[in-house]
């Protein structure tokens, strides 16, 4: 294996695979892509049903708004926690296991909350009620965030013969439609609750319910392909280096797997310390946008008005990450050029927006901002998945596939500490200088992010000779 193979280089040549491993593991993966796909479409369903009830739970079950808040605080502050926490647990234990964990976990903290709603606990003591549920959503911020690095885990361990791997970027692109469509769906419950006379705390209820369910029959979910005997890549090479260490030291050897690689590891791979700061910033962009821009849109127009063009932001964030990962599969897995290309256009709308936001009429801002949606929405989908079983499949780690877990879980846990930080600064910066202040500080983080990208652009655009031919090797077999 040449040293300069990159990371979209499928891991072993398939003319040695046997056809019989080749149809078992293609006939699983579209299982594998529903079952995680559903795990964490359930985690999207259960935290926005919260967020879609929060009027019902201040004026009804009578929370403050500064504990809506503080909730909503902790729960960003365990879950970006608990995606360095799981992501190392997936690599470390049976990731089906850490799956279903975070499943029923999150079911029972959602019923805690409905109990609490059922028997008032504010009436017995205001202390106990804001104690008891901003506990409750302290763990729930834990068992949310399993669903994203150890659900790409497993996304890896099956999607990684050669067709899959040069396809990785459109397969992950659709694989993450799964929080937009929670998301939706969640919507949607609560107003079929809502419009139906039911009481609110359905809305709550029935996530709990289908996280249980889904829970179950992610239990019956096969995590690895090795575990049934199928020969992957990754097993072919531990094979081959079982037989050159009994070859030296004796057949008494046996194969243990691979053992989990540390957070020490993980951060030498190549670049994954960049993009783990990168998608930070790209990651601070979203969140800016989707928590400020209904605010924002609120000061012009009417409140009908400012949600419906809110809306487009989101909705151009489903396709975005299908066309970033089938964009850079076109060009060979260069998916950081491609990031870039979208963080310049990006750039190029806050600039616009910097000067323009408090002048531009209602369909130009349609317009742009379902375009924004695309350009931030694309490359935060791709770099949390494709991009993520990208690195995991450096050389410096190939034959340990116990390694994309904690990967995918350090690029989300740290970006979404760098957001949540840099979210502190938004009310101030508006307050004080006004909101063209804010987009040019969206374009600082813009720039910053892709700046740290700025050595794998170069590496990705001007390859070194044998480095490239390697790669065209590899992909002509």
């Not at 079952?35 to 964490?40: D, I, K, R």
């Not at 009804?60 to 365990?78: C, H, N, Q």
């Not at 419950?189 to 709550?204: E, H, M, Q």
Request: glycine share 10%.
């Amino acid at each position: 294996m040449a040293p300069n193979a990159t990371e979209t280089t499928s891991l072993v040549k398939g003319n040695n695979e046997e056809a019989e491993n080749m149809k078992k593991l293609k006939a699983y993966q579209p299982w594998a892509f529903f079952v995680t796909f559903g795990g964490y479409f359930m985690a999207h369903f259960s935290r926005k049903c919260y967020s879609t009830v929060k009027q019902q739970l201040q004026e009804t079950a009578g929370y403050s708004p500064l504990i809506l808040s503080e909730m909503d605080t902790v729960f960003m502050g365990t879950y970006a926690a608990g995606n360095i926490i799981s992501g190392k647990l997936g690599d470390t234990f049976n990731p089906t296991t850490v799956l279903a964990i975070g499943l029923f976990g999150s079911g029972i903290c959602l019923f805690l909350i409905n109990i609490s709603l059922w028997f008032d606990f504010l009436s017995f003591s205001l202390t106990l009620g804001n104690f008891f549920i901003i506990a409750v959503y302290f763990l729930f911020g834990f068992f949310q965030s399993t669903g994203g690095p150890v659900g790409t885990a497993v996304m890896g361990n099956w999607f990684c013969d050669k067709k899959s791997i040069e396809s990785r970027g459109l397969i992950f692109g659709l694989w993450t439609c799964h929080q937009y469509c929670g998301d939706i769906t969640a919507a949607l419950c609560t107003a079929f609750v809502l419009g139906t006379g039911l009481d609110y705390t359905w809305a709550i209820l029935v996530p709990a319910l289908t996280n249980f369910a889904w829970g179950f029959l992610t239990m019956k979910l096969i995590a690895d392909p090795a575990d049934i005997g199928i020969i992957t890549p990754e097993v072919a090479i531990r094979l081959e280096k079982l037989k050159a260490k009994q070859a030296t030291q004796g057949s008494h050897v046996v194969d243990e797997g691979p053992a989990p690689i540390t957070y020490a590891a993980a951060l030498q791979i190549p670049m994954v310390a960049q993009y783990a700061f990168a998608f930070g910033f790209f990651k601070l962009t979203n969140y800016v946008l989707f928590f400020w821009l209904p605010y924002f849109l609120g000061k012009h127009f009417d409140p009908v008005t400012a949600n419906l063009i809110a809306s487009l932001y989101s909705v151009g964030m489903m396709p975005g990450g299908i066309i970033v990962g089938y964009v850079s599969d076109l060009f060979g897995g260069r998916r950081a050029s491609v990031i870039g290309v979208f963080m310049a256009m990006l750039f190029v709308f806050l600039f616009v927006f910097s000067f323009k936001s408090e002048e531009l009429t209602a369909i130009p801002l349609l317009i742009m901002l379902g375009i924004m949606g695309i350009l931030v929405g694309g490359p935060n989908n791709i770099i949390t998945s494709a991009v993520a079983a990208d690195l995991a499949s450096h050389p410096s780690v190939r034959g340990n596939n116990k390694s994309l877990g904690t990967v995918t879980g350090l690029i989300n846990g740290c970006g979404s500490i760098t957001a949540s930080i840099g979210l502190l600064a938004v009310g101030p910066l508006q307050s004080v200088f006004g909101w063209g202040s804010v987009w040019l500080f969206l374009m600082g983080c813009t720039f910053t992010g892709t700046a740290l990208m700025a050595s794998k652009i170069k590496d990705e655009l001007f390859p070194a000779k044998e480095e490239y031919s390697e790669v065209e090797a590899n992909l002509a077999v």
